[in-house]
């Protein structure tokens, strides 16, 4: 989802909250102080920066740099005595640890495969008196756009790894938490079946969010008869470990290496992964180094618009505007690829 915030990480010249940092290492050695009183004087408190000096080696929290922030959540870096850096994410309200659990799961998950870059996850922790909740992660120092061939090649080992999850392993589809598409809850309870849960856990699960009758009415058919679009590959989809939310502002380059953040993740068909990609920037090089190692179905270019539409009634549901004419159009699209045969 477009312009939410950032997972873990600061890009290097910038402020910006839009990215992930290079990691510090549990075990580092506390530094020297030059007295107790200098310090406590010097040391950072809040639940986040406590945990960070309490827990990670390093020494007091002794610098907060705000980073910026979202609708719903704000971010930090935070630097200890011994000069290490992490990145803090903070939000209010009763859902925020649910959120950055499911962010920590989703990491973890991606970061198992050992492809593709993601920020380490130290710890999720609740804010004073209950009143919301904090993540801590690896800080990653960004450097721009990574290569888009070595991303492409990246993307695909982590889509073709084995399932680190024992459900998804065993050929199931969803998560073993529910978690957030941008603010939007995503359910994620299992489903023996792809298109089923397609169906069910993402498209009708948008269109009943968004409560737009015409809207559902235009969807009634592709929902009915979503099994058209997979001809090519019924019976062969395997779970595969998705990012769910991967466009331009969640990849960046971290020390030379392709890396991404903010997710949405999920177990599902791996194309539903381009959901996002006309805001994601991806050229020929990117698409070349993908299929050269997860090579394309016959009908991939058929379901583009199918797993776009879940993305653009997101949009709709969280920003309005423009996208319900443009989830229209798509199932305009849809019903006509129906009508055709």
């Not at 593709?116 to 996850?121: G, T």
């Not at 997860?294 to 270019?301: C, G, I, N, R």
Request: glycine residues 14%.
């Amino acid at each position: 989802m477009r312009s939410h915030g950032s997972a873990g990480a600061t890009r290097t010249g910038s402020a910006s909250a839009a990215a992930p940092r290079a990691a510090p290492r549990r075990g580092t050695a506390m530094p020297p102080r030059s007295s107790p009183a200098a310090a406590a004087s010097a040391r950072i408190s809040s639940p986040a920066a406590d945990w960070i000096s309490d827990n990670l080696g390093s020494g007091y929290v002794v610098r907060e740099k705000f980073m910026g922030g979202s609708g719903w959540s704000s971010t930090y870096v935070y630097t200890t005595e011994g000069g290490k850096d992490y990145f803090v994410k903070t939000s209010g309200g009763t859902k925020a640890e649910g959120m950055f659990k499911g962010e920590q799961l989703g990491l973890s998950a991606m970061g198992a495969t050992r492809s593709v870059r993601v920020p380490e996850v130290f710890h999720v922790g609740t804010l004073a008196a209950g009143r919301g909740a904090f993540i801590v992660m690896e800080a990653l120092r960004l450097g721009g756009s990574p290569d888009q061939e070595a991303l492409g090649r990246a993307v695909a080992a982590m889509h073709l790894a084995p399932p680190a999850d024992p459900s998804a392993a065993a050929g199931l589809f969803g998560f073993g938490a529910d978690n957030t598409i941008g603010a939007t809850p995503q359910p994620n309870g299992w489903m023996d079946d792809w298109v089923g849960f397609y169906r069910e856990r993402r498209l009708r699960h948008q269109l009943n969010l968004l409560g737009d009758a015409r809207m559902t009415a235009l969807a009634k058919p592709v929902l009915d008869n979503l099994g058209f679009w997979f001809t090519d590959v019924e019976g062969a989809i395997k779970p595969s470990i998705l990012h769910g939310d991967l466009w331009s502002g969640n990849i960046a380059s971290a020390d030379g290496r392709p890396t991404i953040f903010d997710p949405a993740t999920y177990y599902g068909h791996a194309e539903a992964e381009w959901g996002m990609s006309w805001c994601a920037g991806f050229t020929g090089s990117f698409w070349r180094g993908y299929f050269d190692v997860a090579p394309k179905a016959p009908l991939f270019e058929k379901r583009r618009d199918l797993y776009t539409l879940y993305h653009i009634l997101n949009h709709a549901n969280l920003f309005g505007g423009g996208y319900n004419g443009q989830a229209q159009s798509i199932l305009q699209r849809l019903n006509e690829q129906l009508s055709r045969g």
